[in-house]
């Protein structure tokens, strides 16, 4: 009887904050493979997460085997350019993870590294919800501006860039970029995702009666993905991590989404509280 039903308990929130400054903490996790190769040959997104800024870095690669170099290259560059050192990196028990060549190098550079229990993505609450954010984000981006689904790291890339430039942390009133750059960030050159593109002609021949710049407005019917191909294409990642179709993901987001304009006056985009460093 108790083994027909028998679920997960749930894992309580921690009380207090765990970091108080950038690169203490990473979080990382590696989707499983996308349904659709994307128009550079990937299938893999590597998704890493700062503690205490969240700010959010996305790759994107071919096979996981390439997962150990990114993360070797990721953390040799973040380090330098951003002047902190890592403390620890935390991510589940997958085998992409598991690797000699990252535990040596860890071990190098003093970097402690945390495994969670398998199968269990809830102790990894930060980048799952991250991932939540951009698989939906990624989704409407495609929907609207009507573009093939091979274009999905282009939607995703664009989605993270975004958002790590505008959303607004609650627990310090200030962007992720800000908090991770300690500089405000500009955002006058953002376009909305899809829109025309215009190819500039530097040809030799170039006269001055022809057209500087061309464009392509011809749209072809067959590439445009209808709801059911995105359904189809980011059903991998909503399966993982919440056990149900991506437009199952897409409506309760947009029903919270709609809930929290409802009672609260600001207009600004914020994290939730539940999403604020812990």
Not at 9 to 14: D, E, H, Q, R, V
Not at 56 to 75: E, G, N, S
Not at 192 to 212: A, E, H
Request: hydrophobic letters at 35%; glycine letters at 2%; one cysteine or more.
């Amino acid at each position: 009887h108790e083994q027909g039903k028998s679920k997960k308990a749930s894992l309580p929130s921690k009380l207090v904050p765990s970091t108080e400054s950038k690169l203490e903490l990473l979080h990382m996790d590696l989707c499983r493979p996308m349904r659709v190769t994307s128009i550079n040959g990937t299938k893999y997104i590597l998704v890493i997460v700062d503690d205490y800024s969240r700010y959010t870095w996305v790759y994107f690669l071919r096979t996981k085997d390439d997962a150990p170099d990114m993360i070797i290259d990721f953390v040799n560059q973040v380090q330098r350019n951003l002047k902190a050192k890592i403390l620890i990196i935390q991510y589940d028990n997958g085998t992409k993870f598991k690797n000699e060549k990252l535990r040596a190098f860890y071990a190098k550079l003093g970097i402690v590294h945390k495994t969670l229990i398998s199968r269990t993505p809830q102790q990894n609450g930060v980048v799952e919800r991250q991932n939540q954010t951009l698989i939906v984000a990624a989704r409407i981006m495609l929907i609207f501006s009507k573009a093939p689904k091979f274009l999905w790291v282009e939607a995703i890339a664009t989605a993270c860039f975004r958002q790590m430039h505008s959303i607004v942390h609650t627990r310090h009133n200030k962007t992720p970029y800000e908090l991770i750059q300690g500089r405000k960030p500009n955002v006058q050159y953002f376009h909305v995702f899809g829109s025309i593109c215009y190819l500039k002609n530097d040809c030799d021949d170039l006269g001055k009666m022809k057209l500087k710049a061309d464009i392509d407005s011809s749209e072809d019917s067959q590439s445009v993905p209808s709801k059911s191909d995105l359904d189809n294409l980011f059903c991998p990642l909503c399966e993982e991590y919440y056990a149900t179709s991506s437009q199952e993901v897409f409506d309760n987001f947009a029903s919270n989404t709609l809930d929290n304009e409802n009672t609260s006056s600001s207009s600004s985009i914020v994290f939730e509280q539940d999403d604020a460093p812990q």
